[in-house]
């Protein structure tokens, strides 16, 4: 009997044991996104600590963390039953950056130029509140009761939807928000934000200043095979390099985003598994990896910081749009964009008017069809840079739809056959956007 007991301790002893340290792993970057999201949300969205905490944080082990905000030194920090305590400080033009102990804060740093238009042009090409418009061949009851079914009813906490915006033919047709939240409120796009990067390439190939079929221009790819990876490889997320994304556990990605000073080499250092175009494989380093490329196109950091808002951002009227920064200056262009769900709304409309916005052209009309068309290796699902429904993931939506798509279920949809963008915006990855598509489609009488 003593025996058995001794055995039973010693697995107990061991489980408890791997348990611990699996998890003791996880700290650093437990803290470390709770620091990042609790001194993003709060400085740049101004929303309060508890309401972070009760909702952008609340969330598997993210709520072990114990926050605190400090509103003169413009910080917050986190850290989990006293360990792994990380930093994240808010710069204004810059957002909040999670940073080390090596980081130097007093180091002077540069903000990117912004240009706000005075439009007095109505949404979307203006600020101008849009008139009401009623559209015939609109059955508005079942596309209001399609977009209320895509929030709690009061008293649940199930679909945790916080905004749906409906534009068809350029006019809005349906906006609602949840309680505490308006069309004013800035969230995160999360991976939306590589819709965003990608884009840059769209607009330098028309621009004459970049090829995309070439040869990627990194220099520690250039004696291997990795030399024959190409831009477009990357933007199609097949460039059979080594990448390791997977949430629930410690990868390459939460190493990157919590962990790492340069998030633009991550990728970069992986060694090729594959021959490029032959497997693909989704990947937040490679976007960052093309926010570093984005940056050597130009002569000086500055020049970097301001291309994103003048070439793109500011030109199409986002102008609550804030990209974050990584500790070296890069614009974090796989995760960390932020933006009204209007202004993420624009991107949109940007894509449905193939590039055109109120008569000037940013990227060509074929750069709307390369990213939309299918790369290969993805069984339909993927373009450059977005998602497809090419092979009818969402069934009941239409299949020439292809949308941004970020953690937590944030989606720009373009719907090109249908003159429509449906934005939502919330806290949940399984909200059924099959039902909400289907019915804000189905509203829309043949």
């Known amino acids: 009997m003593k025996k058995y007991l001794k055995i039973g301790l010693f697995l107990l002893f061991l489980i408890v044991g791997y348990f611990g340290y699996t998890n003791y792993l996880k ?38 963390a114990t926050n605190e905000i400090n509103e003169s030194g413009k910080y917050a920090t986190a850290s989990v039953f006293g360990l792994k305590k990380r930093k994240a400080i808010y710069r204004p033009g810059l957002g909040a950056t999670l940073i080390d102990g090596n980081f130097d804060i007093t180091k002077p740093y540069e903000i990117p130029k912004r240009t706000k238009s005075n439009s007095k042009l109505p949404f979307p090409y203006g600020d101008v509140e849009p008139k009401d418009t009623v559209f015939a061949n609109i059955d508005y009851v079942k596309l209001n009761q399609a977009v209320a079914n895509a929030f709690d009813a009061k008293g649940e906490n199930d679909k945790k939807t916080r905004s749906v915006l409906v534009i068809y033919k350029d006019k809005i047709i349906a906006e609602k928000y949840v309680d505490g939240f308006s069309k004013n409120s800035i969230l995160l796009g999360w991976s939306m934000t590589k819709s965003i990067t990608g884009t840059f390439f769209g607009i330098l190939q028309k621009q004459g200043r970049f090829d995309i079929y070439k040869p990627a ?4 790819w250039q004696n291997d095979d990795r030399k024959n ?99 070296a200056g890069n614009y974090v262009g796989s995760s960390y964009g932020w933006a009204t769900t209007r202004d993420w709304s624009r991107l949109g409309l940007l894509y449905l008017h193939k590039g055109n916005w109120n008569g000037e052209q940013l990227f060509n009309p074929s750069w709307a069809k390369y990213v939309s068309t299918p790369t290969n290796t993805s069984n339909g699902r993927y373009g450059g840079q977005f998602w497809l429904n090419a092979n009818g993931h969402l069934p009941d939506a239409p299949r020439d739809m ?21 934005v939502r915006m919330g806290l949940k990855e399984e909200f059924d956007f099959n039902g909400l598509l289907s019915g804000i489609v189905g509203s829309l009488k043949k």
């Open 229 to 327: 990876i190409t831009t477009n490889d990357l933007l199609h997320m097949n460039s059979g390099l080594e990448w390791d994304e997977h949430y629930d556990r410690v990868c390459d990605a939460t190493q990157m985003l919590f962990q790492t000073e340069d998030m633009t080499r991550t990728q970069l250092l992986k060694p090729a598994l594959f021959k490029p175009n032959a497997h693909w494989n989704y990947s937040s380093g490679t976007a960052n990896l093309l926010s570093g490329i984005l940056r050597k196109q130009f002569k000086t950091h500055q020049e970097y910081l301001d291309f994103w808002y003048s070439a793109l951002i500011d030109k199409i009227g986002m102008s609550s749009m804030l990209i974050e920064t990584d500790m």
């Open 217 to 220: 221009p990194v220099r520690e």
């Open 402 to 422: 292809y949308y941004c798509s970020g953690f937590q279920g944030q989606m720009v949809a373009i719907i090109p056959s249908k003159d429509l963008v449906i």
């Open 27 to 64: 700290l650093e970057l437990i803290s470390g996104f709770s620091a990042k999201n609790l001194a993003s949300a709060h400085f740049i969205d101004n929303r309060s600590q508890e309401v972070i905490e009760k909702s952008d944080n609340n969330f598997d082990v993210i709520g072990w």
